[in-house]
T-cell receptor, first 115, second 112 residues
Framework: GAVVSQHPSRVICKSGTSVKIECRSLDFQATTMFWYRQFPKQSLMLMATSNEGSKATYEQGVEKDKFLINHASLTLSTLTVTSAHPEDSSFYIC???????????FGQGTRLTVV | QKEVEQDPGPLSVPEGAIVSLNCTYSNSAFQYFMWYRQYSRKGPELLMYTYSSGNKEDGRFTAQVDKSSKYISLFIRDSQPSDSATYLCAMSVQNNFNKFYFGSGTKLNVKP
């Protein structure tokens, strides 16, 4: 399968600061990227969908000003958690899909801890 | 009611056992059914997917869909310790692969 690299795998930040998470498709062009949040023992919750070169589409209840998503190229999307608070602590996972494809490939995930 | 329900487990079986993992769903519009495997602290990887009803086999894995009962299953034959992971089911409606509905995952432990 195709490779999606997510970085960092783990980050600890202070409350009030911003954190950027990168998601890269290494061997294919990702026309669509997805950002999920996963709480312990719960399902993946889709936060937003982004298509290269256009604004992300956020799911209901997700604050777009808090979770900034940029998909500036066909191989890179970023999620910035702004003014992070302890309740933002979670496992964030991206996935990416190529043009015309069905399968979306997942990154390794980022464990964010806000202290 | 959640769109997709999945027993979180954990499910513990001895090596070599046949494992049955299941999900139920409420939306009759779901047409694509997927099973993902997720190792601890890693992202999910797609194991199998099926379209509409029926069975699909891939090596030791068999996926079954019963749309009349809104019930899907993943069977693992001759289970191995390396199969120990969390298994998530996911579903989508026709022509909308931008929205997958995931189950909460079942944690499987295969004991040597």
């Amino acid at each position: 399968g195709a490779v999606v690299s997510q970085h960092p795998s783990r980050v600890i930040c202070k409350s009030g600061t911003s954190v950027k998470i990168e998601c890269r498709s290494l061997d294919f062009q990702a026309t669509t990227m997805f950002w999920y949040r996963q709480f312990p023992k719960q399902s993946l919750m889709l936060m937003a969908t982004s298509n290269e070169g256009s604004k992300a589409t956020y799911e209901q209840g997700v604050e777009k000003d808090k979770f900034l998503i940029n998909h500036a190229s066909l191989t890179l999307s970023t999620l910035t958690v702004t003014s992070a608070h302890p309740e933002d602590s979670s496992f964030y996972i991206c996935s990416a899909r190529g043009r015309g494809g069905f399968e979306a490939f997942f990154g390794q995930g980022t464990r964010l801890t806000v202290v | 009611q959640k769109e997709v329900e999945q027993d979180p487990g954990p499910l513990s079986v001895p090596e070599g056992a046949i494992v049955s993992l299941n999900c139920t769903y409420s939306n009759s519009a779901f047409q694509y059914f997927m099973w993902y495997r997720q190792y601890s602290r890693k992202g999910p990887e797609l194991l199998m997917y099926t379209y509409s009803s029926g069975n699909k086999e891939d090596g030791r894995f068999t996926a079954q869909v019963d749309k009349s009962s809104k019930y899907i299953s993943l069977f693992i034959r001759d289970s191995q310790p390396s199969d120990s992971a969390t298994y998530l089911c996911a579903m989508s409606v026709q022509n909308n692969f931008n929205k997958f509905y995931f189950g909460s995952g079942t944690k499987l432990n295969v004991k040597p």
